[in-house]
């Protein structure tokens, strides 16, 4: 079946799923143009595809890639160019959902590394040479974050721009190809994203659109995210690769499912309950959490959701007792900083919760927001673009939310916090 065919079946299945799924809450925008990444045909079947790298530890790199054909899973590293002396191997795999059957996605972790350095590397034996930067291990740190990705030309807009600012690691708050059960825009989306996730480590986490469930067809939730994306879940003790933790430059990062059990008895829950009772705010003075569904949200769109109101009965005040500094979501198409907030009101001691879920999805903005503004909304906006987060010391961060709703990176939002691990009254 020719591309274009599967492209408008994909589009079709889709306005049956929002209208089941969102009992049409309210009127999208028309979708935006898709910006597909083909494959080359010609390419070598062992060519590396769909490059991405994550952090794996302290020191550590998982660098992931895709051939058409079984090849070994090793990885030529070094910190001269045309100079690989290190190397390591690991493993690959496969999946099949439906009638697709994935290419070989190997796996390899690298290290000891050292911070803040350039490596370059090699994916097999033979191919292209690839470099990245090392997150530092003291502040300043800057973090790039962004939600609901998708693959359009607002996401290609949004990667532009982010590309040009000097970040050192990229937090993804879910929602990242929209395959959507179409599982070769997997593909696509690795391949729109590799020139940047090659370079930087990218930490992800699940939406709704990456579930992929089919009652019957496919049981199996996310078995495309997690063959791709494999992010640090064994190295934070959890048993899962839907909720995770890392600590990065005195950042300690924590990563839950939305869609995935959250209640008391969860295994996520008392992984929370424990990773969260290990941090040292001494060695890591800033805690940020990143999720999905938001737990506070004036846009009228998603109201009322079990993801959102069932996890924030369920986890907020472990949040809140924890003194979280932030918590990012996504899945709103808009922008949206909230005060620092605890079970609905302004509290000091509370998080600062934003909504990023503006990053290209094909779905559109959610353009309509509930009026009056509550007061604990300070800022909101339905434009495609994506933040910056720029932790200066242990005591200051500054983030600034950067709007791309013409074609241009431009900084409209900004605030800066302080860590709560140094505020007197919140300890």
Known sequence: MAVRTWFSLLALAMVAVQLIGTGMAYERPPARKMYIVLDDEDQDPTHPDQVHISMAGADKMRITWMTKDETPAEVHYGTAQGELASSATGSTRSYKYAMYTSGTIHDVVIGPLNANTVYYYRCGSSGPEFSFKTPPSQFPIRIAVAGDFGQTEWTKSTLDHISKSNYDLLLLAGDLSYADFYQPLWDSFGRLVEPLASQRPWMTTTGNHDVEKIIVVHPEKFTSYNARWHMPFE??????????????????????????????????????????????????????????????????????????????????????KARVDVVFAGHVHAYERFDRVYQGKTDKCGPVYITIGDGGNREGLATKYNNPKPDISLFREASFGHGQLNVVDGNTMEWTWHRNDDNQSVAADSVTLKSLATEPDCN
């Open 235 to 320: 190295e934070s003790g959890s048993t899962s690769n839907l909720y995770y933790s890392f600590e990065v430059a005195g950042v300690h990062v924590v990563a839950l499912g939305s869609y995935t059990d959250f209640g008391s008895d969860s295994d996520q829950y008392k992984w929370l309950q424990a990773d969260l009772g290990k941090v040292d705010r001494k060695r890591t003075p800033w805690l940020v959490v990143m999720l999905h569904a938001p737990w506070y949200n004036s846009n009228s769109a998603h109201q009322g959701e079990e993801e959102s109101d069932g996890m924030r009965e369920s986890m907020e005040e472990m949040l809140y």
